[in-house]
């Protein structure tokens, strides 16, 4: 039986039968998805012949009515329009390009980005997103410095208040080292250090991010030292040589709250 253009018939392990589309433009050939029904299947390779040979449609044209995953939906109209093919669904500008999650949900990235996304796939989770690599999960804000235990608004911001934008210029870093906030009271900066027990407790306020970050550090040893083992993140200091650091580590003095620290 002759199946329609586009089409293949095919079954899984268990004897279901399914439909695969797909479709050849430019020696480029391109999977349309898995169909449950041949009509589904064919009506997909329909769309794709409209979309990439007709030139219809457009990103906002997307509904409910259109077969095609909304994913292969935009990896079609940027291979018509730029003519690079991606298998993520990413949409290209000339500056930058738009990496969609849904019809109505995008991020921005910069073009320096674009081969990472293009073999990386954007996954989502409770407004938390992240890409697998090598079997592990990794937040997208890993690639700009930003540890997993930072918080919008106190340890990073967006600069034009657009969350999707993760384009360089618009994610300022304000807090880079754990148990570290940046303050500022009368035109006066400082960092204050706290460090989370049973709540959190002030280790100290010092004049620079590094020494506040150190302080954190000795906090960390001190509470190990009397019989706390909670597994801390310690701070990295990478600009610091071993001279430097333990120089500034036995000088800090931290709050007696925790030398002195009874559980």
Not at 132 to 137: K, N, V
Not at 138 to 144: C, K
Not at 214 to 233: E, F, P, R, W
Not at 241 to 248: C, N, P
């Amino acid at each position: 039986m002759k199946h329609s253009q586009g089409v293949t018939k095919t079954a899984k392990a268990n004897g279901t039968i399914y439909y695969r589309s797909s479709i050849t433009i430019k020696s480029k050939h391109i999977s349309l998805g898995s169909y449950h029904t041949e009509k589904d299947a064919a009506n997909a390779y329909r769309e794709a012949c409209l979309i990439l040979r007709k030139g219809a449609y457009e990103l906002e044209d997307y509904n409910d009515s259109i077969t095609l995953d909304f994913s292969k939906f935009v990896i079609l109209l940027n291979y018509r329009n730029s003519g690079i093919y991606f298998k993520t669904p990413i949409y290209l500008h000339s500056r930058y390009f738009y990496y969609y999650l849904s019809p109505n949900k995008r991020l921005i990235f910069d073009r320096e980005d674009l081969f990472f996304y293009a073999n990386h796939k954007i996954q989502t989770r409770g407004g938390y997103y992240f890409i697998c690599d090598h079997g592990s999960q990794y937040s997208i804000l890993y690639r700009y410095g930003i540890k997993s235990y930072a918080k919008k608004g106190i340890d990073y911001i967006f600069v034009n208040q657009n969350e999707y934008d993760y384009r360089y210029e618009n994610i300022k870093i304000i807090n880079e080292y754990m148990g570290v906030t940046e303050i500022i009271k009368d035109t006066q900066t400082y960092y204050e250090c706290r460090i989370h027990i049973n709540g959190n407790t002030l280790v100290g306020r010092y004049p620079d991010k590094i020494t506040a970050a150190i302080a954190y550090n000795k906090a960390v040893d001190t509470l190990a030292s009397l019989g706390l083992h909670k597994q801390y993140i310690k701070n990295y200091i990478i600009s610091y040589s071993t001279e430097q650091y333990l120089k500034t580590y036995f000088a800090i003095e931290i709050s007696p709250k925790i030398t002195n620290y009874t559980f």
